[in-house]
């Protein structure tokens, strides 16, 4: 990615390809899906109708295209331009070099204005944003965490996906203490999410002594998907707590 553009691969024949598998009904059921109507969180998102599987394929096909080129892909009004430029970017930082490797993840967060559907963080903000931060200071996601832009709080907490599966939780509490009180449900759905992983990954006495102290306090799309792994004895404990 970093090298000399690679001729045969260009903006355009990447648009056209992934126009190729364009499919119009699809696109309206994407649009309703992705709330893109007047008011709602994707509001004015564009789709032309392709499935994340034929996106990967075009971001495969065009894996080596320059880090410039991908950044202006990513800069489209149409949301499956925008996640196959994301896909090409975890790509290259998987293989890439450590130079690479910093400019995708400077280059990622500095275009988060962008990566702004819950699709575009999920798939890509635990591999480049928490892998990189391995062995570095993590002060990067509380700073994202207090941003008002939704999608920067969502990539925060996504971002520590990557620690959870090595087994730290550390982050992923202390962000969901700061994050109980976020008013938009994306992000209880993303905060109850990331503990319901501690649950499996880390350990269960560890989400239930979070629960134990936060339960009453937690918005309930927050609480029912950091339970759902739980037997319906100990989910209905938390419940009747949250429900007083």
């Not at 364009?22 to 008011?39: E, M, Q, V």
Request: with cysteine; charged share 30%; glycine share 6%.
């Amino acid at each position: 990615m970093s090298g000399p553009k690679n001729k045969k691969l260009s903006l355009a024949s990447l648009k056209k390809e992934l126009k190729d598998f364009a499919d119009a009904d699809k696109a309206i059921l994407l649009r309703r899906f992705f709330k893109t109507g007047k008011g709602e969180y994707g509001e004015g998102d564009e789709f032309i109708g392709v499935v994340v599987p034929d996106i990967r394929r075009v971001a495969k096909r065009f894996r080596d295209l320059d880090l410039v080129s991908v950044i202006k892909l990513l800069h489209s009004p149409i949301h499956e331009e925008r996640l196959c430029a994301l896909l090409i970017m975890v790509d290259a930082y998987e293989h890439g070099k450590p130079r690479i490797r910093e400019k995708i993840y400077r280059a990622y967060l500095g275009n988060t204005r962008y990566i702004n559907n819950w699709d575009l963080v999920d798939l890509t903000a635990p591999q480049i944003v928490g892998r990189h931060l391995v062995e570095k200071p993590h002060t990067v996601l509380y700073r994202l965490a207090e941003s008002k832009l939704l999608w920067d709080r969502r990539i925060a907490v996504l971002a520590c996906f990557w620690f959870i599966r090595q087994g730290d939780c550390a982050d992923i509490l202390a962000l969901a203490k700061r994050l109980m009180a976020d008013r938009h449900d994306l992000m209880h759905k993303s905060l109850g999410w990331m503990l319901r992983e501690v649950g499996k990954r880390c350990s269960e006495k560890t989400l239930t002594g979070f629960l134990d102290a936060y339960a009453a306090d937690m918005p309930r799309t927050m609480l029912r998907y950091s339970i759902e792994r739980l037997d319906e004895k100990t989910r209905q404990h938390y419940l009747a707590i949250r429900k007083r």
